[in-house]
């Protein structure tokens, strides 16, 4: 099975607002940059639609290591995900916030043997930097008339 490293990132200005997502893959040799954005979005929204979109470009099942620095996408997909399933995607406290998106990154992880890493965001990781460079490539992008 192909080993992939990916970091990703996501992001909005303001908070909600312009949305900007990115991640890079890295395999062997090989490197890839994907992004892209949303007119009205969250930061949590972003930063999952960037682990959404990095695991489906992935053209055949692989072992990932994937870098994240959202503990909400990191602990949503380790810890919290079996409770929201067993509770018919709800949580304790009521309806679960972008359950579009996790019930889609559910969907996709099912196809990798994937291990979640977090990464401190704007601490100085190469590739991490690039995806927040990116990310903010296309909110700047979506704010141009």
């Known amino acids: 099975m192909q080993h992939v490293i990916i970091y990703t990132d996501g992001g909005c200005d303001p908070n ?3 949305g900007g997502w990115a991640a890079v893959l890295l395999s062997g040799k090989a490197r890839k940059e994907i992004s892209g954005g949303e007119p009205e979005s969250t930061n949590n929204r972003m930063e999952l ?3 959404i979109e990095a695991l489906d470009a ?9 870098h994240t620095d959202s503990e909400y996408v990191k602990r949503g997909i380790t810890e919290w995900l079996p409770g929201w399933k067993a509770k018919n995607w709800k949580r304790k406290t009521g309806p679960l916030k972008n359950e579009d998106l996790w019930r889609r990154l559910d ?4 196809r990798h043997d994937i ?3 977090w990464v401190k965001g704007h601490a100085g990781v190469a590739e991490n930097e690039r995806c927040d460079q990116l990310a903010a490539a296309e909110i700047a992008k979506l704010r141009t008339p």
Request: net charge positive.
């Open 16 to 18: 909600p607002g312009i």
């Open 49 to 51: 639609t960037a682990a």
């Open 58 to 66: 992935l053209k055949r099942p692989c072992r990932v290591s994937l």
């Open 107 to 110: 969907d996709t992880v099912q």
């Open 115 to 117: 291990r979640w890493l």
